[in-house]
T-cell receptor, first 117, second 115 residues
């Protein structure tokens, strides 16, 4: 594909509802990252997938957050029982993992803007 | 824990001016530093990446410098244009250890170039 794609681009939900955010990485990229950008805050790391290795979930803010990556490609970030503080832009990035680490530039998608009412 | 600070938070300049955006970081054990551009409603676009062994990188009207010892990087934009208006983000990768693939971001500088 031409770049990282994310859907939906915008999501409005009511407090307490579950939401799913989708990320399609660049074809051939084995590494996938989720970040969150809250209003007035910098981007914060959420979770990292690399190939078939166990994901690094150290950035997930609570157990209401989870993510999967099926078939080493598409990833879904799920937020259960959403709270108003979950409102943010959720960005996905992918990179080509290679022996030459200098090539591991992360390419970002346009993000999903989540608003929890 | 690495902390990244970008000053100023916002900057407004007339078209044609040269300008400098600043990024400072607390831990000099970095693998590389990247400057990104973020436009409203869009994702991040990578502008320049500087490896820890490098001092600067140039692309067109952009020049980024890195001084690890002082924990500073600057992004220089020459002959600014209205199309340069965006938020500019500085991001670092740690040198080693757990999470060294993560990017740690500053909060950004919002640039407005006035025609």
């Amino acid at each position: 594909g031409a770049g990282v794609s994310q859907s939906p681009s915008n999501k409005v939900t009511e407090k307490g509802k579950d939401v799913e955010l989708r990320c399609d990485p660049i074809s051939g990229h084995t590494a996938l990252y989720w970040y969150r950008q809250s209003l007035g805050q910098g981007l914060e790391f959420l979770i990292y997938f690399q190939g078939n290795s166990a994901p690094d979930k150290s950035g997930l803010p609570s157990d209401r957050f989870s993510a999967e990556r099926t078939g080493g490609s598409v990833s879904t970030l799920t937020i259960q029982r959403t709270q108003q503080e979950d409102s943010a832009v959720y960005l996905c990035a992918s990179s080509r993992k290679s022996g030459r680490s200098s090539q591991e530039t992360q390419y970002f998608g346009p993000g999903t803007r989540l608003l929890v009412l | 824990k690495q902390e990244v600070t970008q000053i100023p938070a916002a900057l407004s300049v007339p078209e044609g001016e040269n300008l400098v955006l600043n990024c400072s970081f607390t831990d000099s054990a970095i693998y590389n530093l990247q400057w990104f551009r973020q436009d409203p409603g869009k994702g991040l676009t990578s502008l320049l990446l500087i490896q820890s062994s490098q001092r600067e990188q140039t692309s067109g009207r952009l020049n980024a410098s890195l001084d690890k010892s002082s924990g500073r990087s600057t992004l220089y934009i020459a002959a600014s244009q209205p199309g340069d208006s965006a938020t500019y983000l500085c991001a670092l990768r740690a040198d080693s250890g757990a999470g060294s693939y993560q990017l740690t971001f500053g909060k950004g500088t919002k640039l407005s170039v006035i025609p």
